[in-house]
């Protein structure tokens, strides 16, 4: 089981990838400026309890974190510690959080992190090679427990293999999806592949997990309604799992 956790709201385009954000999209429809970093009535979800005393987020979920914004983004800065803290005290959930500011991750970092926490997993997406070649240098060398590599969306093929030769045994995967939405990018199946095989060649976990609305396969363009764009990727059969 899973739930979302945005503690705080709005971002800063960054790189191409974030041309057509999704969520500058939704706010749009709604005259709210995406780019004003604010903190959300969610903030302290995590340590929220119900009348009985018992946690609102039962324990053993994931938690999908900060999925309106980037974690590491400079406004957050004042509030990251106490953030940092309850996902502390909440040892019993797993923290999600993807982002592309690698570089920023030991800005309010808490004295007690160390190796990092046990339930707090990091993905840093990368859509391209320039991305994923200025990104992952940084990001792969961090101390964190449990990490893995994004590319959504998928903008053209990206070659990891240095990375995944290097870091293999501290990747714990590699996803990739599409882009969504009216103007979405074109994701072209080769690349996917590509990415899958890389994955298999460094017996790294694998996962396809959405097409995009733009989908290219063997030549032919898809336009693939929303809701059928992760049933597509997973009717693919391309994740790899790990072999120990």
Not at 9 to 17: N, Q, T
Not at 46 to 67: D, M
Request: net charge positive.
């Amino acid at each position: 089981m899973s739930v979302t956790w945005n503690p705080f709201h709005g971002c800063h385009k960054l790189s191409d990838g974030c041309k057509h954000c999704y969520m500058y999209r939704r706010d749009a429809e709604y005259g709210k400026d995406s780019s004003v970093v604010t903190k959300t009535a969610a903030f302290n979800l995590p340590v929220r309890r119900s009348r009985n005393g018992a946690y609102k987020i039962p324990s053993g979920e994931i938690v999908f974190t900060c999925f309106t914004s980037d974690f590491f983004i400079e406004e957050a800065d004042i509030w990251r510690k106490e953030l940092w803290n309850m996902m502390r005290i909440r040892s019993d959930l797993v923290f999600f959080i993807v982002t592309k500011r690698p570089e920023r991750f030991f800005v309010s970092l808490p004295e007690d992190w160390g190796t990092g926490y046990e339930n707090v997993h990091i993905s840093c997406t990368c859509e391209s090679q320039y991305t994923a070649d200025r990104r992952l240098p940084v990001f792969l060398k961090l101390p964190v427990r449990h990490k893995s590599i994004t590319h959504e969306p998928m903008l053209q093929r990206i070659n990891i293999r240095p990375y995944l030769e290097k870091y293999g045994n501290e990747i714990e995967s590699v996803s990739c999806g599409g882009e969504s939405g009216p103007e979405a990018r074109p994701c072209d199946y080769a690349w996917v592949l590509d990415t899958m095989l890389q994955c298999v060649e460094y017996n790294v976990s694998f996962f396809f997990h959405q097409t995009g609305a733009n989908f290219i396969k063997e030549g032919i363009r898809y336009r693939i309604d929303r809701k059928y764009q992760h049933s597509q990727a997973a009717r693919a059969g391309i994740d790899y799992s790990k072999v120990s």
